[in-house]
C-alpha cells in the first residue's frame, strides 16, 4: 500500500475511534482542521502511523512544520520516509 | 533473637523446603554449632547477604539475627553502582555469600546477643531502589499466629520486603515454608507446590493472574491466598474465590516505607471507609491533600537509612498511592508517580489496565505512556489473553467503556508481562 492509502486508511480509522465523522471529502486540497478529527485525534493518528510505518516524521524535524492540508500532512510522510 | 523462636520446635520439623534441599529445626542447629566461629567474627558487626539461592538466604538470616548489628539484605542480581551505594550507606564492609563463607573466621569469642537492624532494599519500581531500616519486631508485630499444619509457599523473592513477611509469618507460627529458586519456572513451582501440599500461598497479583492460567494450581489444596505489592482488582479476587472454595481471601496493603499495612479479608476490592477512621487495630490513615495515601504506623520504618525524612510534621508517611472514595469504599488507583499526562488529561495506569483485565478473555495487562509529539504522552497497553480474542474486539470494548484519551493507542498481544524480582508488573 502506498503512503497515501495508509494515512487515508488510518486516517479513518481514527476518525472513527474518536467518534468523528468526516465532515468534508479527503481530498488533497481537504484542510485538515475542517476534516473533524481533533487534536487529540491527530496525536492518535500520528501514533499510529508511527506503528505502521515505523517513523514519526514529527519528531524528526530539526525545525517544526505544521502541515494545513490533507496533502501537506502526506508530503511530510513522503519526505521524512527512512531510505 | 529469631533462632529462638525455631528452638522449641520439634527437631525433625522441616521449616525450609526448597526443590532439592530441606532444613529441620535439626539442621539448623546443627548449621548454627558448625559455624560458631564464622558468627563470632560477625558478632557485632554489619553484614551484608547475597544468595542465588532463596532458602540460603532464608537460613542465615535465622543464624545472622540477634548476632549481627545490621543485616543487609541485597538482591541476587543486584547492580555494581546500587551494591557499591548500598554497602557505603550501610557501612557495611563484608557481604556473606556462597564464596566467603569461610573467610573471616576467628576463634573462642563469646557471642553476645544484639538487636539486629534489617536493612531491606525497597523495590525500586518507580524509583530509585533505598534501603529502608527494620527490626525483627517491627517486621513481626502484626503476624498472627497461625494453624501449626499450615503450609506456606512465597512467590515473592525472599530479598523483597513482602518475601521476608511471608518467612517471617511462617518461622513464628512454626510452620514449613516452601521456597522456590529464581529460576524456578511456573510448572515448576506448582509442582513443588503440590509435593509439598502448600495451604498459604502469597504473591503479587501479576503473579496470581499468571497461576490461574497454569494447569494444576486450581486442585492445590490452599487455605489461605494473600495478594499484595500491587492493586487487587474485583475480577482476580472472584476468580480465585471460585476456584479455591472456602480458601481465606486477602489482600494486604504494605509498602517498604512504611512498614506493615494493613489488611483486607472481605474478598473486594479496596478497603472499607471505616478503615479511615480510628481504629486500633489498624494504622491511622487518612487521605492527603494530592489524593494519595497517608498511613501512620507503629511499624513505620523510623527512616530512609540514608537519612532522607519519611515523616511529615504528623508522623504521617505519604505512600504515593493514589486513592478514590467510590460507592462506600476506599478504592485504589494507581502509583501517583506513573500518572500519563495525555494533552494535560491524566491517565492513571492502573485504572485502564483494571478496565481491560475486566474484559473477558484479557488475562492481564500493563498500560504506559508513549512520547509524542503532538500530545505529550498517548497510552499503550501489553495484553495478555487467556482465550482467543482480536484488537478490534479490545478496540471496541475501550470505546464503550473509556474517555477517549484513556483508549490505547497501542494495543499489543503479548505472551506474558516482564515482572521484577518481586513479582510486580514492570514499569
Known amino acids: ?77 513522503k519526505t521524512y520516509k527512512p531510505e | 533473637m529469631l533462632f529462638n523462636k525455631i528452638y522449641q520446635l520439634p527437631e525433625n520439623k522441616a521449616l525450609l523446603v526448597s526443590e532439592d534441599l530441606v532444613y529441620t529445626t535439626k539442621d539448623i542447629k546443627e548449621c548454627r554449632e558448625n559455624n560458631l566461629d564464622l558468627l563470632s567474627s560477625l558478632n557485632e558487626k554489619v553484614v551484608a547477604l547475597q544468595f542465588k539461592d532463596n ?35 550501610a557501612q557495611c564492609g563484608f557481604v556473606l555469600c556462597e564464596s566467603t563463607i569461610n573467610e573471616q573466621v576467628s576463634k573462642g569469642r563469646q557471642l553476645r546477643e544484639v538487636k ?15 534501603l529502608v531500616s527494620h527490626n525483627l519486631m517491627s517486621l513481626t508485630n502484626t503476624i498472627k ?21 511471608v518467612f517471617l509469618q511462617a518461622l513464628c507460627s512454626g510452620n514449613k515454608l516452601v521456597i522456590k529458586n529464581g529460576t524456578t519456572s511456573l510448572t515448576q513451582t506448582i509442582m513443588l507446590f503440590q509435593r509439598e501440599k502448600v495451604t498459604c500461598v502469597s504473591g503479587t497479583p501479576t503473579y496470581f493472574r499468571k497461576l490461574l492460567m497454569v494447569k494444576g494450581f486450581s486442585s492445590l489444596p490452599l487455605k489461605s491466598i494473600s495478594l499484595g505489592g500491587e492493586i ?72 530512609y537509612v540514608n537519612g532522607a525524612n519519611l515523616i511529615d510534621e504528623n508522623g504521617f508517611v505519604d505512600t504515593g498511592d493514589l486513592v478514590e472514595v467510590k460507592d462506600g469504599r476506599c478504592m485504589f488507583l494507581g502509583r501517583a508517580s506513573g500518572i500519563i499526562n495525555v494533552g494535560g488529561n491524566k491517565v492513571v495506569p492502573e485504572i485502564i489496565e483494571e478496565f481491560l483485565q475486566s474484559i473477558q478473555g484479557v488475562n492481564a495487562a500493563k498500560v504506559y505512556g508513549k512520547n509524542n509529539s503532538f500530545v505529550g504522552e498517548v497510552v499503550c497497553a501489553d495484553i495478555v489473553l487467556s482465550t482467543s480474542l482480536d484488537t478490534k474486539t479490545i478496540r471496541d470494548y475501550c470505546k464503550k467503556g473509556l ?12 505472551d506474558e508481562l516482564d515482572t521484577t524480582s518481586s513479582g510486580k508488573i514492570k514499569r
Request: some cysteine; overall charge negative; charged content about 20%.
Open chain 1, 1 to 77: 500500500m502506498n503512503i497515501e492509502n495508509e494515512v487515508k486508511e488510518i486516517f479513518m480509522d481514527v476518525l472513527e475511534s474518536t467518534d468523528k465523522t468526516l465532515q468534508c471529502k479527503l481530498t488533497n486540497d481537504a484542510v485538515l482542521l475542517d476534516t473533524g478529527l481533533d487534536s487529540l485525534g491527530f496525536a492518535i493518528l500520528v501514533a499510529r502511523l508511527d506503528e505502521e510505518l515505523g517513523y514519526d516524521p514529527f519528531t524528526l524535524m530539526e525545525e517544526a512544520v505544521y502541515p494545513t492540508t490533507f496533502e501537506e500532512f502526506v508530503d511530510i510522510y
Open chain 2, 55 to 89: 532458602i540460603d538466604l532464608a537460613k542465615w538470616l535465622i543464624l545472622l539475627d540477634g548476632i549481627a548489628s545490621s543485616i543487609l539484605i541485597l538482591p541476587f542480581d543486584i547492580q555494581k553502582a546500587t551494591l557499591e551505594l548500598f554497602l557505603e550507606q
Open chain 2, 116 to 130: 539486629t537492624n534489617w536493612l531491606i532494599s525497597t523495590s525500586g519500581t518507580t524509583s530509585k531502589p533505598k
Open chain 2, 145 to 165: 499466629v497461625g494453624s501449626p499444619n499450615f503450609v506456606w509457599a512465597s512467590l515473592y523473592d525472599l530479598n523483597r520486603f513482602s518475601g521476608i513477611q
Open chain 2, 232 to 303: 487487587a482488582e474485583q475480577k482476580l479476587l472472584s476468580s480465585l474465590k471460585s476456584t479455591f472454595v472456602g480458601a481465606k481471601i486477602r489482600h494486604i496493603y504494605a509498602s517498604s516505607e512504611a512498614g506493615v499495612g494493613f489488611s483486607v479479608n472481605d474478598g473486594l476490592a479496596g478497603f472499607p471507609l471505616s478503615y479511615l477512621e480510628f481504629n486500633e487495630d489498624l494504622p491511622h490513615l487518612k487521605i492527603g491533600p494530592e489524593g494519595t495515601l497517608l498511613i501512620k504506623s507503629e511499624s513505620s520504618a523510623s527512616n
Open chain 2, 403 to 414: 474517555a477517549v484519551h484513556e483508549q490505547p493507542v497501542f494495543i499489543k498481544i503479548v
